[in-house]
Nanobody
């Protein structure tokens, strides 16, 4: 089965930046859509960004213009560069291997999550 490991989270001040990484093992990474999701306390897990095998990107409105998703197929890795961070970006961030599109919504594969990594934005 797939194994996904995130890294790069931590504590940053408002306006700061972080880059998250997610390495996928035991999968056909280059053929899969990759997604980043996040979940804050008391809220549903929500889509942050997705990237297709060909490099097409989609972002949640809340992060559009501030976050950038990218991938390196040779390294089986997907990245999330987060700029101009806000306190409301505070959440646990998860990568997902192979989300699927239903209409206009990207739904995650429920058996293909990373362990989650905390991002805290606070002064």
């Amino acid at each position: 089965q797939v194994q996904l490991v995130e890294s790069g989270g931590g504590l940053v001040q408002p306006g700061g930046s972080l880059r998250l990484s997610c390495v996928a093992s035991g999968s056909e990474f280059s053929m899969k859509v990759m997604g980043w999701y996040r979940q804050a306390p008391g809220k549903q897990r929500e889509l942050v960004a997705v990237i297709t095998p060909g490099g097409t990107k989609n972002y949640a409105d809340s992060v559009q213009g501030r976050f950038t998703i990218s991938r390196d197929n040779a390294k089986n890795t997907v990245y999330l560069r987060m700029n101009k961070l806000k306190p409301e970006d505070t959440a646990v961030y998860y990568c997902n291997l192979g989300p699927v599109k239903y209409g206009s919504t990207w739904s995650p594969r429920h058996d293909a999550w990373g362990q989650g990594i905390q991002v805290t934005v606070s002064s």
